[in-house]
Structure formats: structure tokens, C-alpha cells
């Protein structure tokens, strides 16, 4: 079992900046998967970054060069830097874990409010 805890989200107007963490607890592989999805009101959950086991990181087409992930592997922390958030950033963010082994569970944390308006 992995628990996640998030943090930092809010309210942000267009053009701002806003980071959220996530830190993970539990029964924690060397190797994992970890990141955040985000689903908007009436839309389906969609991967916003995550960063693999082995140091590589995927974006969502519509944040690269806005969006930076990071993770701290001593601290099990993955942490996602937005910046110039734009209206249709709007959502709930959650945080996502996996370990990376054959037939691994997901986990979900319980999602954070982002939301941009002016």
C-alpha cells in the first residue's frame, strides 16, 4: 500500500505561477513511476507529467516549457513547478505513484484545486 499527500494548490491568476507537492509513504520500491494527472469539469482525467524510473520525464503536449516536474527520491517527493497558467488549467490535479514492477497497483492522491482566473 502507498499513501499520497499533496499540497499547493489555489488560485492563481492567468499568467501566475503555482508548485504542488506530493509525498508518498509505504511500501516503496528503488524504482517507480511518479507524477501528476489533472481532470477538468466534464473531462476525462489526463496525464500532466510524470517522471520515470531512470531520470526521464513526459509532459502533456499543452504544458511543455510551462510545466517542470522534479522528484526527490531520498524524500519519495515529486513536485510540479506551473508557471504562466493559463484559464484551461483550471482542474484537479492528483497525484499519481507506481512502482515499477510487473503488475504494480496505481495510486492516487485525493486531488488539489488549481484554479485560474482573474
Known amino acids: 500500500q502507498v499513501h499520497l499527500v499533496e499540497s499547493g494548490g489555489g488560485l492563481v491568476q492567468p499568467g501566475g505561477s503555482l508548485t504542488l507537492a506530493c509525498v508518498a509513504s509505504?511500501?516503496?520500491?528503488?524504482?517507480?513511476?511518479m507524477g501528476w494527472y489533472r481532470q477538468a469539469p466534464g473531462k476525462q482525467r489526463e496525464l500532466v507529467a510524470v517522471?520515470?524510473?531512470?531520470?526521464?520525464?513526459d509532459y502533456a503536449d499543452s504544458v511543455k516549457g510551462r510545466f517542470t516536474i522534479s522528484r526527490d527520491n531520498a524524500e519519495k517527493t515529486v513536485a510540479l513547478q506551473m508557471a504562466s497558467l493559463k484559464f484551461e488549467d483550471t482542474a484537479v490535479y492528483y497525484c499519481?505513484?507506481?512502482?515499477?514492477?510487473?503488475?504494480?497497483?496505481?495510486?492516487w492522491g485525493q486531488g488539489t484545486q488549481v484554479t485560474v482566473s482573474s
Open positions: 517522471s520515470r524510473s531512470g531520470g526521464r520525464a
Open positions: 509505504g511500501r516503496i520500491y528503488d524504482n517507480y513511476n
Open positions: 499519481y505513484f507506481r512502482n515499477f514492477v510487473v503488475g504494480a497497483q496505481e495510486y
